[in-house]
């Protein structure tokens, strides 16, 4: 059977509880580059969780000409804290009972990394494309990362679902025309 649908999911927040996974990570990268630590998680999640990293870095207190090294850096110390994670098991369900009709993809803010989480719980194989902050010119809250996915299949918007939990990737969602459910909590 051909597919003409098209599920898309974000990863953080949405299939994934990352939070402490990226807190954590960023603490290491900000630590071990010899800047000062101002924020703690409940700042962490509050003030710096949605936007990319060039959004909330300077929250964190990182100068702007070290933001790709901090950015760098979190990367390699993002695997080591895998361990943090939460997988939305429902949400995992619901892809794999929708996979016979629905192409399946994920569209992340986050950088070509994610893709070690998927790895990490075994789920890579659940999606048939991937496209990361580094697939794209404009992240969230622009919805350039969603087209390119509904490009990629030759979906429409109209027979699209997409699945977020962010201020900024319910912005961009919505601009797409596609349906849009909300992430809001899970456990």
Not at 4 to 29: H, P, Q, W
Not at 93 to 116: C, F, L, P, Q, W
Not at 132 to 157: I, R, S
Request: hydrophobic share 35%.
């Amino acid at each position: 059977m051909e597919k003409s649908k098209l599920v898309i999911c974000d990863l953080d927040g949405t299939l994934f509880d990352t939070r402490r996974v990226n807190y954590m990570a960023y603490r290491e990268a900000i630590e071990k580059a010899g800047l000062p630590v101002n924020f703690d998680y409940d700042k962490y999640v509050k003030d710096c969780w949605g936007p990319s990293y060039r959004g909330f870095l300077p929250i964190m207190g990182v100068p702007e000409n070290r933001f790709e090294e901090i950015h760098d850096a979190k990367k390699l110390y993002y695997k080591e804290n895998l361990k943090y994670a939460t997988e939305n098991i429902h949400l995992f369900n619901v892809i794999k009972a929708m996979r016979t009709e629905y192409h399946t993809a994920v569209v992340t803010s986050g950088s070509s990394n994610s893709k070690d989480i998927l790895r990490y719980f075994n789920r890579m194989d659940l999606f048939e494309a991937i496209f990361t902050l580094d697939d794209v010119t404009n992240g969230k809250p622009d919805p350039e990362g969603f087209f390119k996915a509904m490009e990629y299949f030759k979906v429409k918007p109209e027979n699209t679902i997409i699945f977020e939990d962010s201020e900024v990737g319910l912005t961009a969602a919505r601009k797409t025309g596609a349906s849009v459910c909300i992430v809001d909590d899970f456990r």
